[in-house]
């Protein structure tokens, strides 16, 4: 597509269910970044992927947390048992390669509001 | 670790005002990336500029300017002549450049600027 797609825009959970948030990143684009934005932590890096493979899963915050992507395209990130500091928007963003230089396309972002 | 300061929470100014928003970083790495965003309330980060840890020229974009001095670690920017529609939040944003790295990014806080007309 022409950006990076998000879906849902908006998603409002019960504590203790699982949610899925979903990327669809620029056609071709190699690179996948999930980013967490929280009043309280600003914007926070949480996860790489290059093609399916995640190399850099060192921003999760936890175990309850998982993403994947298959065909080297669309992503998902899965929160289990959710709790309420959970409640963010969650940034996602691909790039054609691996360099910075070319920048990232952001998309939208999912919010979350965990009641 | 990497970090990004950015001092300045929240700026308002009136139309037509000049504002500078500060940006300091620290890193280990020699080789790195320097970056700001602009954060409307549409709420998707929109690049604005990337600069080059080797590249310490100076860039103007119309009514953009960034100034980038190692020696003092930092990456301010300049809105000259601002309007109402550069009322947003600001992030300046660090990534490493490490060949095999993930080149993720490193957030400042963010700078919430308001123009009044």
């Known amino acids: 597509g022409a950006g990076v797609s998000q879906s849902p825009s908006n998603k409002v959970t019960e504590k203790g269910k699982d949610v899925e948030l979903r990327c669809d990143p620029i056609?071709?684009?190699?690179?996948l970044y999930w980013y967490r934005q929280s009043l309280g932590q600003g914007l926070e890096f949480l996860i790489y992927?290059?093609?399916?493979?995640?190399?850099?899963k060192s921003g999760l915050p936890s175990d309850r947390f998982s993403a994947e992507r298959t065909g080297g395209s669309v992503s998902t990130l899965t929160i289990q048992r959710t709790q309420q500091e959970d409640s963010a928007v969650y940034l996602c963003?691909?790039?054609?390669?691996?360099?910075?230089?070319?920048?990232?396309?952001f998309g939208s972002g999912t919010r979350l509001t965990v009641v | 670790a990497q970090k990004v300061t950015q001092a300045q929470t929240e700026i308002s100014v009136v139309e037509k005002e000049d504002v500078t928003l500060d940006c300091v970083y620290e890193?280990?790495?020699?080789?790195?990336?320097l970056f700001w965003y602009k954060q409307p309330p549409s709420g998707e980060l929109v690049f604005l500029i990337r600069?080059?840890?080797?590249?310490?020229q100076n860039e103007i974009s119309g009514r953009y300017s960034w100034n980038f001095q190692k020696s003092t670690s930092s990456f301010n920017f300049t809105i000259t002549a601002s309007q109402v529609v550069d009322s947003a939040v600001y992030f300046c944003?660090?990534?490493?450049?490490?060949?095999?790295?993930?080149?993720?990014?490193?957030f400042g806080k963010g700078m919430k600027l308001t123009v009044n007309p």
């Open positions: 890193t280990r790495d020699t080789t790195y990336y």
């Open positions: 056609s071709g684009h190699t690179a």
């Open positions: 963003a691909s790039s054609l390669v691996v360099r910075a230089g070319l920048g990232y396309t």
């Open positions: 992927f290059q093609g399916n493979s995640a190399p850099d």
């Open positions: 600069r080059n840890s080797f590249d310490e």
């Open positions: 944003a660090l990534s490493e450049a490490r060949r095999g790295g993930s080149e993720k990014l490193v």
